[in-house]
């Protein structure tokens, strides 16, 4: 019943996994603004390129795939939409 806009945020946690103490979240930002999508955020980080930069892949409510590299701590390029050979996005 809420707003359907998505929001990803990062947590540095002080404890353990099994008891976590989080710290207040900072947002993600990709480009200059925080890294946002329709719907429930879905992400998943790794080096998808195999380059050896971090990037983010975040789902959302439509099957779209939005994709951003890391440029510096909590920050990320502008996402793109993850797109097929032909220029299409990925549904």
Known sequence: GGPLRGFLYAFKNTGT?????LSRG???VGGETPLEVYGQCAPAFGDFSGEGRT??????FWN????????GPFAFEHPTLVADGAGAPVL
């Open 55 to 60: 990037a983010v892949v975040c789902g959302e």
């Open 26 to 28: 900072r947002p993600i």
């Open 64 to 71: 779209i795939l939005h994709f951003a590299e890391q440029t």
């Open 17 to 21: 996994l099994s008891a976590p103490v």
